[in-house]
Each structure stands twice: as structure tokens, then as C-alpha cells.
């Protein structure tokens, strides 16, 4: 089985971030399950950071449909393609937040260059897997 994974950025609504966050992770981890996935989820000042993974056909299917949601915009695909173990394998989808762990400010701090897209993805994929640890 080829394992895949995701790695996006994007902006919430504001308005209603919190509310939207709890509604997603709802959905999604009834629905990762479903379809195995996993994965880790982080929001941050109306910004969603996630890494998705697992066979796939799957991921591709549920990458498509999150990659629509009209909860979100401003998409970055930071990161994508097989990967050769999940990095989340305990998590449907786990989920932090700025409050108690600020992403921002774990990037400015490591001296991770934003706009090296390499770098800035793999700094991301750092601190989600420390939320883990
Ligand atoms: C930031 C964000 C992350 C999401 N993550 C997931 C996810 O990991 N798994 C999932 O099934 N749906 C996720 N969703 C929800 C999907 O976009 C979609 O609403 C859900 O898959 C239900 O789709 P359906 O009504 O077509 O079954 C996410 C949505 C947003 C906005």
C-alpha cells in the first residue's frame, strides 16, 4: 500500500474560527477513521496549518474535499507525495492551538526562512510532531 501525505496552509474565517474548529474536527475524525487516514491540525490567528496522510487513494479523495471546504482559502500546498511511515499514526487528527503552542513564534525562533517554502514546510512538520512527542 503507498502511503501519501499533505501539508497545506490556509486562512480561516475569522469571524468564526473557533466554532469552526471544533465543527472540523468533529467530522474529520469520524471521517479519517473511516478512511484511515491521520494527521495533525494546527489553528493559529485565523490560520490553519495540517498534515494529512495514509493510503493514497484515500487521502486524495479527502485532500479534494477539504481542499473545497469554503471554510478556508488562501490555500498553500506546503508539502506532498508519499512518504515512507505515518508521522501521526495515533491521531485521526490531532489538534493544537496558538494559545498553548504559538507556531509563529517556534518558527521565528528556530531562524526558519518563511519564504524558503522547503524549509518553512519542514519546520512546520517539526513543531506539529512535537505536539505528539
Ligand atoms: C481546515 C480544515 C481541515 C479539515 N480536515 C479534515 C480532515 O482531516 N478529514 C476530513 O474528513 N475532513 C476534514 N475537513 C472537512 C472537510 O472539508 C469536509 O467538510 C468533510 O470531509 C465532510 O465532507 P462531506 O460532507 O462531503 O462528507 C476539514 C475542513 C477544514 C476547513
Redesign the pocket.
Known amino acids: 500500500m503507498v502511503l501519501s501525505h499533505i501539508l497545506y496552509r490556509?486562512s480561516?474565517r475569522l469571524d468564526q474560527f473557533k466554532q469552526?474548529?471544533e465543527d472540523?474536527l468533529v467530522?474529520?475524525?469520524?471521517?479519517?477513521q473511516e478512511?484511515r487516514?491521520s494527521?495533525f491540525?494546527h489553528?493559529e490567528d485565523g490560520i490553519?496549518v495540517?498534515w494529512?496522510e495514509g493510503p493514497a487513494e484515500a487521502l486524495d479523495f479527502?485532500a479534494g474535499?477539504?481542499?473545497?471546504?469554503p471554510?478556508?482559502r488562501d490555500i498553500a500546498i506546503l508539502a506532498k507525495g508519499e512518504i515512507a511511515e505515518r508521522q501521526f499514526p495515533r491521531w485521526s487528527?490531532g489538534f493544537s492551538t496558538g494559545e498553548s503552542a504559538p507556531l509563529f513564534e517556534y518558527l521565528a525562533e528556530q531562524d526558519i526562512n518563511t519564504h524558503d517554502k522547503r524549509a518553512y514546510a519542514s519546520g512546520i512538520h517539526r513543531f506539529l510532531l512535537e505536539r505528539v512527542a
Not at 467530522?27 to 479519517?32: D, F, G, T, V
Not at 474535499?65 to 471546504?69: E, N, R, T, W
Open positions: 490556509s480561516g469552526d474548529c472540523i467530522s474529520a475524525r469520524r471521517q479519517n478512511y487516514l494527521g491540525l489553528a490553519f495540517q494529512l479527502v474535499k477539504i481542499l473545497a471546504d471554510r478556508h487528527m
